[in-house]
């Protein structure tokens, strides 16, 4: 899994370790990784601090428990325009591998499908006034979703398919986040350019390229590691892990989800604003599930609520035959997913299907996620503000959850990694001028 230019040690007990590298870069996620690169190509040194057994966050790329086949449980498709990781890509040779193009369509209406021509003209009626807003979305950007549909007299049978793109996108409590999640004016000519977006996926998967990319910065890389403490010491940093280890470097960039730095320590204390965020956290609570199924053609999307879950995607025939279906829900509305309701939902969008099993990761309970992708609630988004983060002169943050023209996507968090490594080299710059 390493390349042989990193190194992971065992963590010791009450160890306080001197000066490790320039950089202490927190979690080993895509940003961490980006961020691990950057650094190098300018010459400073890092070690990443992971606390999971593994590189790559929220890009999970691991066996199917019933196939083997390596899927995503995070994070999996890569947007053409997603120019900088489509170039880290190239740069550490890994490919991509385009989705399958779409090749029909279902909707669904309180679980069943929409069917004659009133349901199908309130549907369309209601989706083109939503398109139409889309045009002009940051006039409704106060609005939460649910006031969104309330104001502009959603149709029901609109709101399923909005919904069911929600779970894609804004993927939070409606009632608590804007409607600009998703009311963005890419949709204005329809919903089904977010499908499009999704156009490929990594070949060998997403934590393989982050694995890739810290191998290549030639970081070292300590896994099982879990952050507690993060001090500005004034000169420099130092971070306290679980196990009682302390180590100091000139400068650490903090690249863990926002959902979990309520369980880190900054002294000082981060600002006001940053430290709210990160009390009340952001919203996301998606829910992806991987289900493989006998029977259903690839390039298929059902959209609407069957049985809890909102977006269905048919992804792909797996090695073994099976089709490899990709599933949406809200973890509100779908609870624990079980095979009788998972089996519940996909037969209702693809009654041609026999549901063989699934396989999921909850994020939301994943104590080092806390979370799926950054859905801001609409009394925080003034808190992601970047003039709220850069308080400490040795301490910078990353990772997809931050402000960026991405943010949310794995772009996001290369985008974000590359500013805070830029950030951090003219700080080490200064202060090799000043020695
Ligand atoms: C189900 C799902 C589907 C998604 N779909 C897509 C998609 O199709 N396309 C797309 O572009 N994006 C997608 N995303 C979003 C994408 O996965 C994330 O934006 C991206 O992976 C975030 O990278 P990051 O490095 O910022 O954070 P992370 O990947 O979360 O990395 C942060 C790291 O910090 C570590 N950490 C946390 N706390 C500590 C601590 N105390 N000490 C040490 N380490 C710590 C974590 O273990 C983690 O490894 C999806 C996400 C999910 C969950």
């Known amino acids: 899994m390493r ?18 590298a ?12 980006t961020a691990a690169l950057w650094l190098a190509d300018r010459g400073h040194s890092s070690v990443i601090v992971e606390a999971r057994d593994h590189l790559g966050g929220r890009a999970r790329s691991r066996p199917h428990s019933g196939s083997g086949e ?3 449980f995070g994070g999996g498709w890569i947007r053409k325009d997603h120019a900088q990781i489509r170039n880290l890509a190239a740069r550490v040779g890994v490919g991509f591998t385009p989705r399958a193009p779409l090749a029909g369509r279902r909707d669904f209406l309180d679980g069943h499908p929409l069917d004659g021509d009133a349901q199908a003209a309130e549907s369309e009626g209601g989706l083109a006034r939503f398109c139409d807003d889309a045009k002009a979305a940051q006039q409704f950007e106060d609005l939460t979703l649910s006031n969104y549909f309330d ?29 600009g999640e998703l009311l963005t004016p890419k949709v204005a000519s329809g919903l089904l350019i977010k499908l499009e ?37 004034g000169t420099g940093v130092e971070v306290g892990l679980a196990d009682g280890t302390r180590l100091s470097a000139k400068l650490a960039i903090v690249a863990a989800p926002i959902n979990t730095l309520r369980d880190i320590v900054f002294a000082p204390p981060l600002p006001p604003e940053a430290a709210r965020l990160c009390g009340k956290g952001h919203g996301g609570r998606a829910i992806k599930l991987l289900i493989r199924a006998k029977g259903v053609v690839p390039g298929v999307v059902a959209l609407g609520e069957t049985a809890g879950l909102r977006w269905l995607y048919a992804d792909h025939i ?20 079980s095979k009788q309701g998972v089996t519940a939902a996909v037969t209702a969008a693809f009654p041609e299907a026999e549901v063989v099993d699934f396989d999921w990761h909850d994020w939301t309970a994943d104590p080092f996620a806390r979370g799926t992708w950054v859905s801001p609630f609409l009394d925080t988004v003034v808190a992601y503000d970047p003039a709220n983060w850069s308080a400490s002169p040795h301490v910078l943050f990353a990772g997809s959850d931050h402000v960026s023209p991405e943010q949310g996507w794995f772009e996001g968090a290369v985008l974000t990694a590359q500013t805070a490594a830029s950030a951090a080299d003219r700080r080490l710059n200064a202060m090799k001028g000043k020695q």
């Open 197 to 233: 977006e999704l156009a490929d996926t990594v070949t060998g998967g997403v934590e393989h390229l982050v694995r890739r990319i810290a191998a290549v910065s030639g970081a070292e890389v300590r896994l099982g590691a879990v952050v507690r403490s993060v001090t500005d010491t």
């Open 3 to 20: 390349s042989s230019r990193m190194s992971c040690h065992a963590n010791t007990t009450g160890i306080s370790e001197m000066q490790v």
């Open 22 to 33: 320039d950089v202490i870069i927190i979690g080993g996620g895509l940003a961490g990784a």
């Open 70 to 72: 390596i899927v995503e």
């Open 318 to 337: 797996a090695p073994d035959g099976t089709t490899l279906v990709v599933g949406f829900g809200l973890k509100d509305e779908v609870g624990e997913p």
């Open 151 to 179: 104001a502009r007299s959603i149709s029901d049978a609109a709101r399923r398919e909005i919904l069911a793109w929600w779970t894609i996108s804004g993927s939070a409590d409606a009632g608590r986040v804007s409607v």
